[in-house]
């Protein structure tokens, strides 16, 4: 059975820190990874996927990548703001049988001091 | 292009009363997932849809617990008889075949008396 852990549960920083989510997975047969932001009473936002074939992926101030062999991956946040605020959670697909839901870390709670 | 859809934001029933939730995919989405995201906690998946076939449902209680996705479209999830911890928010979420990128509804939060 798949487990994903994620740490630290929670993060405070100042603004403009640089830092690092990680995020690792029992079985490392899986096909990608992502990495999802959940805002308080809303759902959850897709940041970014990464394919088992790829070690990272970029988009703006986020830099995910994922070492499949050691199971664990990180996200990368440069020039936190306090607009990052905010639980970011990483999951893996299930495999097989045509069923691909995911299986949620607990999340970390970030908040960016202005 | 519209965003999956869930109904209603919020609910509150007493314990052993029963309730429903509606989601709405994204037009032409042939999967749905429903999830259940426990306070302080990941969701997790509770049963998994192509077109109007259960394709897991492993992870469902299905003692209490049911749901539909007739004509291949709309989906709803049922609870009879609730428990207080039911108590969740509810995620609806679709993606056009399963293998890509799902997206998520805002979800329905639970709270059960």
């Known amino acids: 059975k798949q487990e994903v852990t994620q740490i630290p549960a929670a993060l405070s920083v100042p603004e403009g820190e640089n830092l690092v989510l990680n995020c690792s997975f029992t079985?490392?047969?899986?096909?990608?990874l992502q990495w999802f932001r959940q805002d308080p009473g809303k759902g959850l936002t897709s940041l970014l996927l990464?394919?088992?074939?790829?070690r990272e992926q970029t988009s703006g101030r986020l830099n995910a990548s994922l070492d499949k062999s050691s199971g664990r991956s990180t996200l990368y946040i440069a020039a936190s703001q306090p607009g990052d605020s905010a639980t970011y959670l990483c999951?893996?697909?299930?495999?097989?049988?045509?069923?691909?839901?995911?299986?949620f870390g607990k999340g970390t709670h970030l908040i960016i001091q202005p | 292009e519209a965003g999956v859809a869930q109904s209603p934001r919020y609910k509150i029933i007493e314990k052993r009363q029963s309730v429903a939730f509606w989601c709405n995919p994204i037009?032409?989405?042939?999967?749905l997932y429903w999830y259940q995201q426990i306070l302080g906690q990941g969701p997790k998946l509770l049963i998994q849809?192509?077109?109007?076939?259960?394709?897991?449902d492993s992870q469902l209680p299905k003692d209490r617990f049911s749901a539909e996705r007739l004509k291949g479209v709309d989906s709803t999830l049922k609870i009879q008889p609730a428990k207080l911890e039911d108590s969740a928010v509810y995620l609806c979420?679709?993606?056009?075949?399963?293998?890509?990128?799902?997206?998520f509804g805002q979800g329905t939060r639970l709270t059960v008396v």
């Open positions: 849809f192509q077109n109007n076939g259960v394709v897991d």
């Open positions: 990464i394919q088992s074939s790829q």
């Open positions: 037009s032409g989405h042939a999967t």
């Open positions: 979420a679709s993606s056009s075949n399963a293998g890509t990128r799902a997206f």
């Open positions: 079985d490392s047969a899986i096909y990608n």
């Open positions: 999951a893996v697909p299930y495999s097989g049988g045509g069923a691909d839901g995911l299986t």
